[in-house]
């Protein structure tokens, strides 16, 4: 197969549905695509009814290149990332991995245009995220959420307000930031350095404002990241967990037990914000985008030292701080519901806490006029409690 080939069956893949996302070979199934969050099987001539191992890994082969760190990445660890140019048509960022001795490729298609705040619509929050000159500020979430958009218009917003150095650690460069007022020097993994904490250490002496680490992979870039904190760096990255709570623990859980007091002072000085993402379906199709955002205030720096206790939780605190740009993902997926912009079924199905969820969207019923349960015609037992007649 060769790359003409490559091109011409990727590009019929994204022509053939809107809002293509991901492209998906899979052994046994046929070629599909991810649009709105749901796989797609298509149709290319000539037909592929099931993709067969031997096609699956000429494809992986061909995308490979013959770069032979990339095909050792594969054979050592099962699987590898690399970027791929579809030209004047569009980028991805590939992931081939084994499954069952045979090989799956996923490409996740990268937008060309780089975002900004407005543009996505993110909440007024981002905009103080980006006037931030030091500490850590982390976007977390799951595979495939926007993460990496939503960091990547946050720092747009400093490239067109700030003159100052922005070093991207990325796996692969997803946005291609063009020089604004700022000076973009992005570094591509396994091109430009070989590990993230390596990437990082080497930054530092880069002389950068800004570092942008792709993911906090493991204790060694999380270490260094702190430093560059503690130095006077602003320093973004990614985590995949559920909400802020989870990823404070995520980054505890990869130190020894009698290093976790040390960690927790250092977190409590270094971390700016936390921003969590999911991605919901909207009314009509398509996705809309959910947040749950933590900022510092001295309330944060006592639980992050001292723990989470039943009358003192992130959760209470991101309730109080609305005014100061904090949300919880149940007062977001209440206001969505509230716009018309999802689904009732939709709010309660993707709530953390379905009571609270529940209860917002009974408030906002109430206020249009619309009934909150299904229940009608109650009456008083009037005759509940007293005695019948003697026989």
Partial sequence: MRKQEIDHILTKMIDARKDVSDLNFTVGKPMQVESSGELIAIDINPKFEELTPFQTEIMALNLINQDHRLTETLLREGSCD?????????????????????????LRRLETKVPTIDGMNLPEAFYKIAEERNGIVLVTGATGTGKSTSLAAM????????????????DPVEYQHPHKKSTFNQRELG???DTFANGLRA?????????????????DTIEIALSAAETGHLVASTLHTIDAGATINRILGMFAKEEENQIRIRLAD???????QRLLPKVGGGRVASFEILGMNLRVKDIILNGETEEKTFYDIMQAGRPFGMTTFDDYIIDLYGQGIITEETAVSYASRKGVVGRGIDSIKSSRGEKTTDIEKLEIDRSYGKKGPKR
């Fill in 82 to 106: 690399l970027s791929y140019t579809l030209p004047g048509k569009a980028r991805f960022r590939v992931n081939i991995f084994s499954r069952s001795g045979n090989y799956s490729i996923v």
């Fill in 155 to 170: 720092l747009e917003n400093i490239n067109e307000s700030k003159s100052v150095h922005i070093v991207t650690l990325e």
């Fill in 191 to 193: 091109i430009d350095f």
């Fill in 203 to 219: 930054a530092l002496r880069q002389a950068p404002k800004v570092i942008l680490v792709g993911e906090m992979r493991d204790r």
């Fill in 270 to 276: 270094t971390i700016r914000w936390i921003v969590c």
